[in-house]
């Protein structure tokens, strides 16, 4: 950490490239910003479901990044999310989504949505990346 920035790959999420972590917090900033988060197991296998049951696994697994860098979900600040064949007639559904899996109380993150062709592989339907404070 002499650079003041500390990798984070928790033992629960599967294992990632040499190239990449789950998130990087950057020590003198006080934030923490993820790795895009998918409804995986930690062998890295999709757990099947639809698109409300893939974002409570992608935030299960924000949840286990953020509590392994120091924080949690409250401190999440900014959010992107990536939406596998989104289209203007499935808001509702995305919405639906989102809200269920917001933390009561918390304050929401400054947030993008983004539509996508495909994800990581077939069959995910989610991607979500944070940057929280520490």
Request: cysteine-free; proline content about 5%; hydrophobic content about 45%.
């Amino acid at each position: 950490m002499s650079n003041g920035i500390r990798a984070v790959n928790p033992s629960k999420l599967p294992k990632l490239s040499t190239v990449m972590s789950h998130a990087v917090v950057v020590e003198r900033a006080g934030l923490v910003y993820t790795s895009g988060q998918l409804a995986w197991d930690e062998n890295g296998d999709l757990v099947e479901g639809n698109l409300s049951e893939q974002f409570r696994r992608a935030y299960e697994n924000i949840d286990i990044v953020l509590e392994e860098a120091g924080t949690s979900r409250a401190n999440v600040i900014n959010e992107t999310i990536y939406l596998a064949g989104y289209s203007p007639e499935n808001v509702g559904e995305l919405i639906g989504a989102i809200t269920a899996a917001r933390l009561p109380g918390a304050t929401p993150p400054a947030s993008v949505a983004v539509g996508v062709q495909t994800l990581f592989a077939p069959g995910f339907l989610v991607e979500i990346q944070v940057v929280a404070t520490v």
